[in-house]
């Protein structure tokens, strides 16, 4: 199993960013993905998930009506597109597969992780 995540940087306070997660080596629709991030001095915190055909979506209140999160099935990809970026959205975020239920939106259900992309929002 592979997850390649890309897209962060350095954007203003305000600004967009899409993140992407190319994941290969399992059949990419039978799973939920999920986006989670981790800042400087903080625990890793989850940010959204989408189930695998169906699609539905779940969001981190922090982040609710600003973020997106999708996938394309057919190019075993999830993107997180990130709008109205706020200084404390700044840290590293890690695209993650759904492997073990305790929820899906607790960290331990995610056996699989990306390296993290970093995005900075500056103020």
């Known amino acids: 199993v592979q997850l390649q995540a890309s897209g962060g940087g350095l954007v203003q306070s305000g600004g967009s960013l899409r993140l992407s997660c190319a994941a290969s080596?399992?059949?990419?629709?039978?799973?939920?993905m999920a986006w989670f991030r981790q800042a400087p001095g903080k625990e890793r915190e989850f940010v959204a998930h989408?189930?695998?055909?169906?699609?539905?979506?779940n969001y981190a209140n922090s982040v609710k009506g600003r973020f997106t999160i999708s996938r394309d099935n057919a190019k075993n990809t999830v993107y997180l597109q990130m709008n109205m970026l706020k200084p404390e959205d700044t840290a590293v975020y890690y695209c993650a597969r759904h492997t073990i239920n305790y929820g899906l939106d607790d960290l331990r259900s995610y056996g699989d992780w990306g390296h993290g992309t970093l995005v900075t929002v500056s103020s």
């Open positions: 989408i189930r695998g055909v169906i699609g539905t979506t």
């Open positions: 080596g399992f059949i990419f629709h039978n799973y939920a």
